[in-house]
């Protein structure tokens, strides 16, 4: 079976070139938190998750700090049964960065992501957001859905959130 251009993608992602990568989280971490890219790093997730080389799609890279997700016990005083600190936030990193781009850029709809990266402190990743008002979305028959779909993230619909729930079985 000949193999295509996407899946040679895939595989150079399997291993990664650390220094590259290393280099590029470097200057990732000096830069905002949200960067608005010209083209998807992992071309091959990007296609495979819905994104199309056209008007109306945008690629945000996202960082998120890594940790910071149990719950932190009370300052004053509580009986000893409400001092428990056992509860963590049930909501994946991928989801957060969804939410938080869907707030940043508030006429743009999150269609999915991906990670391309981690280090020690923060997690990157590429969310693809669609704006519903050009008429290459609307007049799209594979993305039009996304239209009248306001808010997927807060709302849990995208497919990190899915997930994050516990509905995927």
Known sequence: MVKGFYHFIREAWKKP????????????????????????????RARALGYKDKK????????????????????????SKRMHT????????????????????????????YQIGKDGVHYFYEVILVDPSKKEIQNDKNVSWIVNNKKRPARGLTSAAIKSRGLRN
């Open 17 to 44: 070139d650390a220094k590259t990568l290393r280099e590029r989280m470097i200057a990732w971490r000096r830069g905002d938190a949200f960067t608005k890219v010209e083209k998807p790093l992992r071309l091959d």
């Open 86 to 113: 056992n509860k963590n936030l049930m909501m994946n990193y991928k989801w957060i960065a969804e939410q938080r781009t869907a707030s940043k850029y508030k006429n743009l709809e999150v269609l999915n992501s």
């Open 56 to 79: 109306g799609f945008i690629v945000v890279r996202v960082r998120i700090a890594r940790g910071g997700h149990k719950r932190p016990r009370p300052a004053k005083g509580r009986r």
